[in-house]
């Protein structure tokens, strides 16, 4: 597949690539706030990982998802 220039790009191509980044940006701000917020004690592993990993890897929302799903542990009910 060649590659194109932003121009070359059809109108439908130009905003799924916008809307992708808006979307995964906003899941991964969303999930450093909530990671930010939450004490270690309610994050499965080490807050440090997980936040160099939705910060830095481009996975298409992935990550943030992940954490989102299996990353947090609820809090511990007491009686």
Known sequence: MAKQKWDELSDRKRLLIIVSGVL?????????VDLARRPAAEVR???????????LTNSLGMVPITYFLYGRQRPPTTP
């Open 24 to 32: 995964e940006s906003a899941l991964k701000v969303a999930a450093l």
């Open 45 to 55: 592993g080490s807050k440090f990982p997980w936040a160099v990993a939705i910060a």
